[in-house]
């Protein structure tokens, strides 16, 4: 495991990662949360969740004529930073179009980053550590499901829903930065 996490492209593969599992696993965690602090009905959310599913299922179709016409990291940042923003104004929302409006855009860019992510990890691993490095990066999104929402729940019940959403900002937007910084 050590041997992978020293190779510096796979490195910065799995952190874009980690940090991209995040922005999606707080989503379904937080979003619900915050709608019923809204007083949302349940049905509500569930459509503004299914904004979220719609977008990554329309991003994917898109993916071939982005991956034809931009580098990898560039949609990478790109999508990072578009979940950023996102995550920024959605705690400045409450109308329900509103909402889900944020919500497609964020599964834009969340969408469009995940396969991408996997041709990064076979690209940067070495020959025949294939299946290693998609089980370390399994390990490592495992864990993030586990302690990133009891960290929000924690953030939320003692700050607000807010500040949880604006972290998970900044550090998709910092993540878009790194990201933009491997563009060759």
């Known amino acids: 495991m050590l041997d992978l996490l020293r190779i510096a492209p796979l490195r910065r593969t799995f952190i874009v990662s980690a940090t991209l599992a995040m922005g999606w696993d707080l989503y379904t965690f937080l979003l619900p949360l915050y709608g019923a602090s809204l007083g949302l009905a349940a049905t509500t959310i569930g459509m503004i969740l299914s904004t979220f599913a719609l977008a990554t299922f329309t991003v994917r179709l898109a993916m071939p004529i982005l991956i034809k016409r931009l580098r990898q990291w560039v949609v990478i940042a790109s999508a990072m930073a578009v979940a950023g ?3 920024l104004l959605l705690p400045l929302v409450e109308a329900v179009p509103l909402l889900m409006v944020l919500s497609f ?11 991408i ?23 490592l999104l495992n864990g993030s499901h586990t302690l990133i929402p009891l960290l929000s729940g924690a953030i939320s019940a003692a ?26």
């Open 85 to 87: 923003s996102a995550y």
């Open 159 to 184: 700050f607000g829903m807010a500040p949880a959403f604006w972290l998970l900002a900044v550090l998709l937007l910092g993540g878009g930065w790194f990201a933009k910084q491997q563009v060759k």
């Open 117 to 139: 992510i996997m041709s990064q990890l076979y690209e940067a691993s070495p020959p025949g550590r294939q299946g290693e490095a998609v089980g370390l990066r399994t390990s």
């Open 105 to 115: 855009i964020l599964g834009l860019g969340l969408g469009s980053a995940q396969p």
